[in-house]
């Protein structure tokens, strides 16, 4: 057999070191019909609000408007509240496995047309298609499955026979995953017989009002679902309604601690999901290749925009040249663009206002010393964007190592023993997640039990299953989602008189 004759040429690559990409765009006509405005879902019905503000969603890769909305009125919370309370008598009085039925049906409605609701997202929030329909989208559908499973089996939860429901649930969720975190809310909410007013945040309202054609679609008993839409006017007087029973929020430190004291002395039971500064740390045993996928995934996952991102990266001193010279390596082939394009791993970034606050922590970043590196990419002309970035030189007093940059920058702290490991992870206000990569069981171990996070990956990082808990310590927030735990929340476990 001839050999192959081993020339010296360069294989020709194209600017920027990529592989060129053919474009491979999913079509925004999946999305399906976007209505130029939009009440809200009270009652089983779309009705208008009680008063005349409309506000606008855009497309951030375009900044295209898609729609307007209502600005939910005290008025319109009001009439969402009674609408919840009038159906909380009958669904709550149904057997578990009733109420299951519909939370299946619901389901698998979702995995029908989770190509359309997999669009819609894209192009509400400015998230990847890839991520939409390979995460989002699965994750949403495997939630209601899952709590669809738990609807007749309360008596054996754990919390002792018979668990009562609340009553009517205020929820109010961010624009980082909007319908994956209604489905957080929803699904544990009815399977365990409460109903719900739920206000989704004022940059993506559209896969919600979807979901809401979706409850009429499963012949959902009118009022069991209401989505009110509007901005933190809408959801402070949600979450301040005299007769709501259960306000869960996900979203800011700041709103969440502002909501905490607004019920301070009411009988309302609390679940907050807030912020996050996660450390991801990697040890000289790790498998590096392994590791920097972990570590890309951790915080270029959704541009940055998760709660438990991998924002802080711990670094073994020993291995930081090799491991830093891979992740550069590996950045550079990341595909920053349109959100619809198959290929694309980084999208928009959510609003101006994101990008805006991104840009200031970064410019801070610099301005306290820290080195800024990003990878040669072209971003769009229009839209919101923001290059993956990384931090190197940080130091533990900086602001991009203590607060929340909730965007695609990562910032690189060293450390020399696990007990430093342990102390520089744990030195945030935060508590929500940490990873840890090493190739010791034991190591694992010892490092889980002593960080202060709610969820510790090891060797993976950004998993996500319905069946597994996930919340914060600290200012973090209090309260569990997903998993038999997040059945609590919803359930009234003390046998109180709510
Ligand atoms: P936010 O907390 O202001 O908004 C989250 C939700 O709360 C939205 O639906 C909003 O309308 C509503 N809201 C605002 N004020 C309220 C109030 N007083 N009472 C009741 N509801 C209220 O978050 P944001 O302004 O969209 O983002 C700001 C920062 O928050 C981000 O930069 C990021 O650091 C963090 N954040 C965290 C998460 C998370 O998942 N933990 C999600 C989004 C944002
Ligand atoms: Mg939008």
């Keep these: 057999m001839a050999k192959k004759k081993n020339t010296e040429e360069p294989v020709a690559k194209p600017a920027g070191g990529l592989f060129a990409y053919a474009p491979a765009p999913e079509s925004p006509a999946a999305a399906g019909d976007i209505a130029t405005s939009y009440g809200h879902f009270i009652g089983g019905e779309f009705v208008d609000s009680s008063g005349n503000e409309a506000l606008k969603t855009v497309n951030p890769a ?8 209502a ?84 008596d054996y939860a754990g919390f002792g026979p018979n668990p009562k429901p609340l009553g009517v649930a205020g929820q109010v969720i961010p ?23 739920l206000k989704p945040a004022e940059t993506t309202p559209l896969t919600a009002l979807r979901f809401a054609e979706i409850c009429r679609q499963a012949g959902l008993p009118k009022g069991v679902v209401n989505i009110v839409t509007g901005d933190g006017r809408t959801g402070a007087a949600l979450t301040a309604h005299p007769d709501v029973n259960k306000v869960a929020f996900t979203g800011s430190t700041p709103v969440g601690r502002a909501i905490a004291k607004q019920l ?11 912020g996050g500064k996660a450390a991801n740390i990697v040890f000289d045993d790790a498998p590096i290749d392994q590791a920097v996928e972990g570590i890309v995934n951790g915080i270029f996952f959704n541009q940055g925009h998760v709660c438990c991102a991998g924002s802080r990266l711990l670094v073994q001193e020993s291995i930081q040249d090799e491991l830093l010279d ?52 072209e971003l769009p002309g229009t839209g919101f ?50 990873g840890i990569w090493t190739e010791k069981g034991s190591r694992i171990l010892w490092m889980a039990d002593r960080l202060r996070a709610g969820v510790v990956w090891a060797n993976t990082f950004n998993k996500f299953d319905p069946a597994s808990p996930f919340g914060g310590y600290k200012e973090s927030g209090y309260g569990r989602e997903g998993g038999r735990h997040g059945l609590e929340p919803y359930l009234n476990v003390e046998a109180r008189d709510v």
Aim: glycine content about 6%; proline content about 5%.
């Design 175 to 197: 624009w980082n995953f909007p319908l994956l975190m209604l489905a957080w809310k929803i699904a544990p909410a009815l399977a365990t017989g409460n109903t719900v007013v």
């Design 62 to 69: 375009t900044e295209q408007v898609l729609a307007e909305f």
């Design 264 to 274: 301070a002395g009411t009988r309302k039971k609390l679940s907050l999901e807030l």
């Design 326 to 377: 891979a992740l550069k390596r590996r950045m550079a082939t990341l595909r920053v663009g349109d959100p619809l394009d198959k290929n694309t791993d980084i999208g928009a970034i959510n609003s101006a206002e994101q990008l805006a606050r991104i840009t200031a922590l970064t410019e801070a970043g610099e301005a306290e010393g820290a080195e800024r590196w990003s990878p040669a990419c």
């Design 385 to 434: 964007w923001f290059k993956p970035t990384l931090f190197t030189g940080v130091s533990q007093a900086h602001r991009i190592a203590q607060e929340e940059i909730f965007g695609p920058v990562l910032s690189v702290l060293t450390f020399r023993t696990p007990a430093e490991a342990v102390e520089k992870a744990n030195n945030t206000p935060y508590g929500l997640s940490a």
């Design 71 to 154: 600005r939910g009125t005290e008025e319109d919370v009001d009439r969402a509240v009674a609408a919840a309370r009038k159906a909380f008598a009958d669904w709550s009085a149904l057997p578990g496995s009733e109420r299951a039925k519909y939370l299946f049906r619901i389901a698998r409605i979702i995995q029908e047309r989770s190509r359309e609701l997999a669009v819609l997202e894209s192009i509400d929030n400015g998230k990847p298609i890839r991520e939409t329909r390979d995460v989002d989208l699965p994750l949403v559908a495997a939630h209601f499955f899952y709590y669809a499973g738990w609807a007749d089996k309360l």
